[in-house]
Nanobody, 121 residues
Framework: QVHLVESGGGLVQAGGSLRLSCAASGNIFIIGAMGWYRQAPGKLRELVATITTGLNTNYADSVKGRFTIFRDNAKNTVDLQMNSLKPEDTAVYYC???????????????WGQGTQVTVSS
């Protein structure tokens, strides 16, 4: 089994900051890309940011310059530093990782349980 466990969500005023953390554990051989997605009420889940094993990053236009994604390959963790938060950032944030469980297997998509981020105006 593989588990992704998120932490760090909460309630913050507009302009504030939060840092989300996600740790992958279990039967892991190697982790490929990791990332954060979010889903607001009534909307589809959308990409927030991704980071490769080589630390190349990709951000949604709506968060560029405000959010930063970090990764620690030794600890199997990925963090999302969120600054200058806006009410429209309110959503459930999900950690995602592409993981191989053995040398000969394929990469599979794994998701965390989600953590709520609420930004008040």
């Amino acid at each position: 089994q593989v588990h992704l466990v998120e932490s760090g969500g909460g309630l913050v005023q507009a302009g504030g900051s939060l840092r989300l953390s996600c740790a992958a554990s279990g039967n892991i051989f190697i982790i490929g890309a990791m990332g954060w997605y979010r889903q607001a009420p009534g909307k589809l889940r959308e990409l927030v940011a991704t980071i490769t094993t080589g630390l190349n990053t990709n951000y949604a236009d709506s968060v560029k310059g405000r959010f930063t994604i970090f990764r620690d390959n030794a600890k199997n963790t990925v963090d999302l530093q969120m600054n200058s938060l806006k009410p429209e950032d309110t959503a459930v944030y999900y950690c995602n990782a592409l993981i191989k469980r053995d040398l000969w297997g394929d990469y599979y998509d794994y998701w965390g349980q989600g953590t709520q981020v609420t930004v008040s105006s």
